[in-house]
């Protein structure tokens, strides 16, 4: 049914803009593909899982946590692997995002295993397993407004961040030009590591969302969605928050779409496919501008 695949795509396709909106900040502020930030998002749905199963915290308190340690993670990465190749080649410090993606991955395969394993059941308020909204054979679940609301409200706060506080005047102004912004006196350093935390901590939301709503995590789960989210990120215009969102949730409804008509083996492809027909026809994205070198 149409109307159902619409309501599933746009539940995926909220949780692509959330973990796309990391990569685009990340891109806006120092032009860098955070390839990373797809582990981020893994290990922010093991890390909700661990609270609950090890610390036996409840699910929200869990999810809360996930995103501090997530942002943490976000800010050790930046501080770690990038600030010290601020100077380098773009090729230098790409490698180094592929290499950061790949240790982060082999090391949460070794503290939680390789091993597929279940969201903790007992954990999800029972509620959210419940059906909210039924009509004209549509069904709607509280977990997927639980979805929407999440999403809606990260999204809201970061409209604010951006565009009502002195963090995100500074975040704009660096993403304009990073010489001059540091000449006017702003912190370079202390503006990307809040980028980093604040995308970070939104990514580590989106695996919770993903783990609960799929019931299963896995230390590989961020290369496939980082795929997707980075495909959403440039569908939208990489760099362009508002893109990142209208790329998340046009490359969700496209991707149930297939599914639903086409066939469920193709639905990976589906990004695969948008991302290459974007390079082609539109390299700048929906919302995006043409590309020019900063002096």
């Known amino acids: 049914m149409l109307e159902q695949q619409l309501v599933n795509g746009l539940t995926l396709g909220v949780i692509y803009a959330l973990i ?24 922010g749905a093991f890390l909700c899982v661990t ?31 990038y600030r010290p190749l601020r100077s ?6 790409l490698i180094t995002a592929i ?17 597929p394993v279940p969201f903790p059941q007992d954990a999800v308020p029972a509620y959210l ?12 679940s509280w977990l997927q407004l639980f979805i929407f609301a999440v999403t809606f409200s990260m999204m809201l706060l970061l409209y604010v961040i951006i565009n009502h506080t002195r963090m995100g005047t500074a975040m704009r102004a660096l993403a304009q030009n990073r010489t001059c912004s540091q000449l006017m006196g702003v912190n370079v350093n202390r503006v990307i590591a809040f980028t980093f ?5 939104m990514g580590a939301v989106a695996g919770v969302l993903v783990a609960v709503y799929y019931n299963t995590l896995s230390p590989t789960m961020g290369y496939v969605a980082g ?22 949730i046009v490359l969700g409804i496209a ?30 994205g929906l919302l995006g501008k043409a590309l020019v070198e900063k002096a």
């Not at 397993?129 to 709607?140: C, D, R, W």
């Not at 935390?197 to 901590?201: N, Q």
């Not at 990120?233 to 928050?241: E, F, H, P, R």
């Open 51 to 81: 609270f609950i199963t090890a610390v036996g915290l409840p699910f929200y308190v869990s999810m809360l946590l996930a995103m501090i340690c997530a942002a943490a993670i976000g800010v050790s990465i930046d501080r770690i692997a």
């Open 255 to 284: 991707e149930a779409l297939g599914a639903g008509y086409v066939s469920s083996l193709y639905r990976d492809g589906v990004a695969y496919a948008v991302l290459i027909a974007v390079i082609i026809f539109r390299p700048s």
């Open 20 to 43: 796309a909106v990391g990569y685009t900040m990340v891109y806006g502020v120092i032009e860098l593909i955070n390839f990373a930030h797809g582990e981020v998002y893994m290990i």
């Open 227 to 248: 795929v997707k989210a980075f495909a959403a990120a440039v569908l939208g215009g990489i760099g362009s928050v508002p893109g990142a969102m209208l790329g998340g």
């Open 197 to 201: 935390a604040l995308g970070s901590s």
């Open 129 to 140: 397993k419940l059906t909210a909204i039924e009509f004209s054979g549509v069904h709607l």
């Open 88 to 93: 380098s080649p773009r090729l230098a410090v």
């Open 99 to 115: 290499g950061m993606s790949i240790f982060l991955q082999n090391l949460a395969m070794i503290i939680w295993g390789s091993r």
